[in-house]
């Protein structure tokens, strides 16, 4: 997965699909979040739980352990060794739902540039991608240390010529069972390594080459730049 997402509408769209009949706690404002063009370290939208209640709070995209100054703070961590390595023992306990729109890969076509894609659901619903982090205390407020990664995994056939990793995105119900503090370590493993969308669930297609640049953020940039006509400007998998 490379590191560009899209996450514009409004957090209650998000949590709207969670389903979810409690109130929930709002740190991010009622409005579109508006960013279609998010790279690491910026603040996104991230969904993690405390008790019973839901918290919503704007967290840096990136995270390293106290000890890992000689390393830029990884964005992703690999499904296969998050729950057990080292790097991230510290906040695999601390699980999180970053939603986003959208996310970008680059692929190489034989041009002078790579071409840049957007992935989305078919019928272009939230993703709901199982994250981990270092997580704002609801007491305390944000800390100087917070930050998430996204949880990736293997792009498992179709997707695989667009990019060989891709966020584990978890269905709305699987996702409430990944912020629930009560959900066992070994479950949350089992549903990052074997529960995850598949790829037939996402459409992509090539978008304008200004999606390189992070000081592009509008609207533009997640629009296709062919006609959405046969598999040739979306693929289905």
Same mark, same amino acid.
């Given at each position: 997965?490379?590191?560009?997402?899209? $996450? /514009?509408?409004?957090?209650?769209?998000?949590?709207?699909?969670?389903?979810?009949? +409690?109130? %929930?706690?709002?740190?991010?404002?009622? $409005?579109?979040?508006?960013? /279609?063009?998010?790279?690491?370290?910026?603040?996104?939208?991230?969904?993690?739980?405390?008790? +019973?209640?839901?918290?919503?709070?704007?967290?840096?995209?990136? %995270?390293?352990?106290? %000890?890992?100054?000689?390393?830029?703070?990884?964005?992703?961590?690999?499904?296969?060794?998050?729950?057990?390595?080292?790097?991230?023992?510290? *906040?695999?306990?601390?699980?999180?739902?970053?939603?986003?729109?959208?996310?970008?890969?680059?692929?190489?076509?034989?041009?002078?540039?790579?071409?840049?894609?957007? *992935?989305? /659901?078919?019928?272009?619903?939230?993703?709901?991608?199982?994250?981990?982090?270092?997580?704002?205390?609801?007491?305390?407020?944000?800390?100087?240390?917070?930050?998430?990664?996204?949880?990736?995994?293997?792009?498992?056939?179709?997707?695989?010529? *667009?990019?060989?990793?891709?966020?584990?995105?978890?269905?709305?119900?699987?996702?409430?069972?990944?912020?629930?503090?009560?959900?066992?370590?070994?479950?949350?493993? &089992?549903?990052?390594?074997? &529960?995850?969308?598949?790829?037939?669930?996402?459409?992509?297609?090539?978008?304008?080459?200004?999606?390189?640049?992070?000081?592009? /953020?509008?609207?533009?940039?997640?629009?296709?730049?062919?006609?959405?006509?046969?598999? +040739?400007?979306?693929?289905?998998?």
């Amino acid at each position: 997965m490379c590191g560009r997402l899209s $996450q /514009y509408r409004g957090i209650h769209d998000f949590v709207a699909v969670l389903s979810m009949p +409690d109130a %929930w706690q709002n740190n991010v404002g009622d $409005q579109p979040l508006g960013r /279609y063009n998010a790279a690491p370290t910026m603040q996104l939208a991230l969904l993690h739980a405390t008790g +019973d209640q839901l918290h919503a709070d704007a967290v840096r995209w990136g %995270w390293r352990p106290h %000890w890992a100054k000689d390393r830029a703070a990884p964005i992703n961590a690999r499904v296969e060794k998050v729950a057990r390595g080292p790097f991230f023992r510290q *906040i695999w306990p601390h699980r999180a739902i970053c939603p986003i729109d959208s996310w970008f890969e680059w692929v190489g076509e034989g041009g002078p540039k790579k071409q840049p894609y957007l *992935i989305r /659901y078919r019928d272009s619903s939230p993703i709901l991608c199982a994250s981990i982090g270092q997580l704002p205390d609801p007491d305390e407020g944000p800390g100087e240390h917070d930050g998430f990664v996204i949880i990736t995994a293997d792009a498992q056939g179709g997707m695989v010529d *667009i990019h060989d990793r891709r966020p584990v995105v978890l269905a709305p119900e699987l996702a409430l069972e990944w912020l629930d503090p009560t959900t066992p370590k070994e479950r949350a493993e &089992q549903m990052a390594l074997q &529960q995850g969308e598949a790829a037939e669930a996402f459409e992509w297609f090539k978008v304008s080459f200004a999606v390189g640049n992070v000081r592009n /953020y509008g609207a533009e940039l997640i629009e296709p730049t062919t006609k959405r006509t046969g598999g +040739d400007a979306v693929n289905n998998g």
